[in-house]
């Protein structure tokens, strides 16, 4: 299937916004595993496994980078933008983020860092063709 640029744009966010969710299918799993309490759930971070804390932080931090990504998505989409970068940019930028989540939760630190790097890159990526298309 070869998408439009403004297409890959689109789609891009609403990968963004499923992937956002990905890291939290473990946290879930594990507040059943150790008894999930209705009446503090934010207050069972403290007693649930390690990988499932940081799949809790991998899932915070998609929000925050969800934002960025949306806005430069939007900005390139509103913008005009049709170069295949902007293309390469919204996949990368949701390949980046799912082995950000993964990478988090198995705990490989480095790794974790490389993917950040990588999916920022994107999205600063799809700012500056969006500048560019507007000057």
């Known amino acids: ?3 439009s640029v403004n297409a890959s744009l689109l ?3 609403v990968g963004a916004v499923i992937l956002t969710y990905f890291p939290y299918l473990f946290v879930a799993t594990a507040r059943f595993q150790v ?9 069972m ?9 940081r ?3 991998a899932h915070q931090n998609c929000f925050e980078a969800l934002i960025i990504f949306t806005v430069a998505a939007l900005m390139a989409y ?12 919204a996949i990368a930028f949701l390949a ?8 988090y939760i198995v705990d490989i630190p480095a790794l974790r860092s490389l993917m950040f790097g990588i999916g920022s890159a994107s999205s ?7 500048l560019k298309t507007l000057s």
Do not use: C, E, H
């Open 1 to 3: 299937m070869n998408l």
């Open 11 to 13: 789609y891009g966010i």
């Open 35 to 43: 008894g999930y309490d209705m009446s503090a759930p934010r207050a």
């Open 45 to 53: 971070l403290d007693k649930l496994p390690p990988y499932a804390q």
């Open 55 to 57: 799949a809790t932080w």
């Open 78 to 89: 509103v913008t005009g933008v049709d170069s295949d970068w902007a293309k390469i940019s």
């Open 96 to 103: 980046s983020r799912f082995f950000f989540s993964l990478f």
């Open 124 to 130: 600063f990526t799809l700012f500056t063709l969006s």
